[in-house]
């Protein structure tokens, strides 16, 4: 595993690269992704993804957000709450991972959301994608902006070769647009 895991972050967020074309998702997934995002509100919501080699983003985990909690108990070691943070609940954790195996699928992305900033990968973000427990190092991370209520941007990071790359997530049934 250790050989595996990325390196620490360098520091400073990592955007979504204009560079890159948009990554298509199915709008089952879009949809479900957006949905748990607003349920969340005023806190992040965050889960896992699942899928095959044909259908690589197919299914969503939810996972509860325990960060709330979790700073409750602590406020030293966990100084944000759900609003700004999130500590994705363990048994639910494993129980996704479980279903997902039974339904042979591979975890492919874990998910959170930011609510009122953007879809950037921030330093938390990049320290809890490098970290050496987390056992997924090839995982995409989709991060959800919600501004004002509503879902404002989905974007996909993960990490190709020497840093964590950002591209946005389009749902594939989608009209594109550009505001
Ligand atoms: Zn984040």
Known sequence: MTEKS???????????????PELAILPSLWNELCAHAVET?????????GGVEEEKFRSVYRCRNDMTSRHK???EEFPRDG????????SDYLTSMDIADKDGELITAVY???VGVGAYFSELDQVFASQQLFPLPEAHHFVISVLENRVHEIASFNWQGEAFVGRRLTSAGALKTHA
Request: charged share 20%; aromatic share 6%.
């Open 112 to 114: 959170h959301s930011h």
């Open 73 to 75: 108990n602590d406020p």
């Open 83 to 90: 609003a700004t943070a999130f500590y994705m609940n363990e």
């Open 41 to 49: 509100l005023p806190e992040e919501c965050c889960g896992l993804i």
């Open 6 to 20: 990325v390196p620490a972050p360098a520091g400073g967020r990592i955007e979504v690269s204009e560079e890159i």
